[in-house]
């Protein structure tokens, strides 16, 4: 075999793909989530977090580091993620010095945590190949199951659920605990008691639409007002 050391070539074999970017943005954006959004860099783990940070953490999982030296593919994806949101927003980084133009629009002073978490939500959907007249209301056929009456849907390697409609905590722990039980003959979050369980549930609301090929995508975050917006109950996995 001969050993590729073709600048060009290295760069098209690690560049990444649109649905590859749109699983990392959507990685920073539950990092932003879970840690809360600082507009000062710092390694994971100790509160907020910048979202070149969360991108980070999207590209390599939790325990990244921003000092840490990344390996040829990731960088590919994280200077990708970064030139992405730098088009959605009509940067002039878009096609160069992405970096410091995305910097520039996050640390703005006026910059609010919604402006950035949309901003991923949105790059990542339009990466997947949203579009509105895909919008649509879940059915039983859509989600993974129905029990006790309620819509779920299991996702995540966490084992998070999702269930359509806003429901009280009660319900939805017991209808996602008898739906992971039916899956994998498991108690949910190991047998944890119920009104922990309860005190994780949360209300939002999501816009589900399918891709080009029928897959079925969805964003949360949104409320009442988002055109196709449907309301939603969540249980995050462990």
């Not at 995540?156 to 806003?166: F, I, K, L, R, V």
């Amino acid at each position: 075999m001969v050993p590729v050391n073709n600048a060009a070539t290295l760069a098209a074999i690690n560049q990444p793909s649109d649905l590859e970017v749109a699983d990392l943005l959507r990685g920073a954006h539950t990092a932003i989530r879970c840690y809360g959004w600082a507009q000062t860099e710092q390694p994971a783990g100790r509160g907020p977090v910048h979202a070149l940070t969360a991108i980070g953490i999207g590209t390599v999982g939790w325990g990244y580091d921003p000092r840490a030296i990344l390996n040829p593919h990731d960088e590919a994806r994280y200077e990708a993620a970064i030139a992405r949101l730098c088009q959605h927003l009509g940067l002039p980084g878009a096609h160069g010095d992405s970096l410091e133009a995305f910097t520039a629009w996050h640390d703005d002073p006026g910059r609010t945590p919604d402006d950035v978490l949309h901003a991923l939500q949105d790059t990542s959907r339009s990466l997947e190949g949203y579009q509105p007249d895909r919008v649509f209301t879940p059915s039983a056929r859509d989600v993974t199951s129905v029990h006790q009456g309620v819509l779920l849907t299991c996702y995540g390697e966490d084992s998070n659920y999702m269930a359509t409609g806003h429901i009280t905590p009660a319900l939805m722990v017991a209808a996602s605990a008898e739906c992971n039980l039916h899956l994998t003959g498991e108690l949910l979050a190991g047998g944890s008691p119920q009104d922990r369980l309860e005190r994780r549930v949360w209300h939002t609301w999501a816009v589900h639409w399918r891709d080009a090929r029928g897959e079925i995508w969805w964003d949360v975050d949104h409320d009442r007002r988002t055109p196709g917006a449907v309301p939603v109950t969540i249980l995050p996995g462990d």
